[in-house]
């Protein structure tokens, strides 16, 4: 259980699946329902996904704080990175687990997140690896599969 | 921070279920203890860990700590930060959160506001609260309500390096002294690290007796990561100290009780200030504490660390330092001078061992080893963890604690970083706000035992009563 004893709901295991096995999604994002005591699914790829829309979204995330102030907002989300891989292989899939904290969010929302992310993680099995970010330049798609990939991707 | 209320629905039927739980978080460190209400932003209490002592009587509070006779200051934890003296720790203790903080008393049945029987006021004192009932007015046999914090679940933080004797005493005094309803532990750089919001983190805690350094992986601490040295605030005052004796002419510190009153004095001249007299001795714990004040203050505002080029020992640095603005610190007796290297210099054995004052002595006690400096316990840190989570270590560095403000500090931890592990990338998140940064793990508790979520982890009272002390090894892991 994570330490602050947030729950993970069920369309989160659900839509993972659906990531993973069926291939439906690029891209899950989650968030902490408004009392925090759960986690659910923020939003998912839509059609013709692009990793810029994930940026984006990642990046203009919005949480409410308890006095009702709306501020910027972590989120937790799996991406389903595919590359190619330098050495002409063929490519690689890796499912990947990002857990996104701006460091101007407001300090209850990073506690809370950072806190409850365990809870999520575990109910998610088979992420190949997981990535911490603080800041736009931390999910840069260049920067983000080169570590996934620990430098075989081709550029 | 209001809370929202809950639902009346939804409203928890237990004591401690719903976000309104009244929980108190106890932050207990060497120079100062933080106590406060979760869900709050700053602690409400901060007073000395260091209490004063006449005989059988122990004073507790910055405002009682005045010349007295007889009059020993005392710590009740030791210079490692962990409690030595339970019975005084509790004690000061309770003080703060029931005299200080004053959590809302339960009412007994008769004096809730519901049975009222003469003139149906209820009595309020200047907060607006019920005022409390007279304690020979509780006529009710239940024990526990006459326990000062029986409705107040306490959240407690503790060094990673804390004994398990010293957490079983923890829960039993929480549990049986003040029979708090629930209770749980956590350790200080893993609240620090959260209220960055990094489950994952490297927390460097500069703080008053001890410098420590921890690896957080997933909200747990690395055991063999734990790296701690007394390169702290204190250690930093006995520098200025052996700076002080050393310099040219020699300088006394003069705590501010013994003036009298002073005259101004040209720089470097001898003091004229007349001293107050005592008529009984003082003690020499408390003449040190009182210095320990002036040297604080000098810290706050001459101190500095070296940020660059290189370290201070560097050739052409020290002469460079001497050329720059120095700054004029006056001390309460009226001297004053202007300090130039000097306060780049009583630093800088943080960072490099051969440059802090008394490096070249014999006594080896008070020298510093390499492993003891900052880029040395990061080091250290580094190498007890596994290769795979450096990189994701260094690049989510927390800085917390007090002694972290210095001036230029994160610059040169920036610049130390990058020395011992070139090539990779380092990022340093440190509060900008003052508070932050030196109440970062109470903060970090007061959000974790506000959220609603919470009160499952709580080891409640009936826990405690099944499995006896035990249960805060297998559960605060």
Redesign the interface.
Known sequence: MSQSGATVSQECVTAYNDLKLNKKYKYVIYKLSDDNKEIVVDSTSEDGPKYDDFREKLINAKTKSKTGAVGKGPRYAVYDFEYQLASGEGTRNKITFIAWSPDDAGIMAKMVYASSKEALKRALTGLATEIQANDADDIEYDSLVKTVSKGTAAV | ????PLASSVQPTDIYGGDEVAAIVLDPGYCHTRAGFAGEEMPKQVIPSFYGQIGERELFGDEYINPRANFEVKNYMNRDSVVEDWDAAANLWEWMLVERLQPPRPLPPSKNGLNIGDDGDVVMDEDGNPSAPPAEGAEEGAEEYEKPLYENPLLMTEAPWNSAKAREKAIEVVMETWSCPAFWLSKTP?LS????????ALVLDVGGANTSVTAIH??MVLKRSVQRSHVGGLWLSGQIRTMLDGSEPKVDIVPTFMVENKKPVEAGQPAEARLRKFDFPISNSFRAYEEERVLTEFKESVVEVWRSPGRLLTPGNEDYARSQPGRVFEFPDGYNQMWREQRYKVAEGMWDENAAYGANNADESSRLSKSQTIPGLIKAALDGVDVDVRP?LL??VVVTGSTSLLNGFNDRLNLELGALYPGMKI?I?AAGLTS?RRFGAW??GS??GS???????WISRTEYQENGAGIVEKRCK
């Open positions: 921070m209001s809370q929202q893993v690290a959260f209220a960055a919001g990094k489950a994952t997933d909200g994701n690049a989510n990022k998140h932050e903060i970090g959000i974790l959220l609603g979520t919470f009160h499952q982890m």
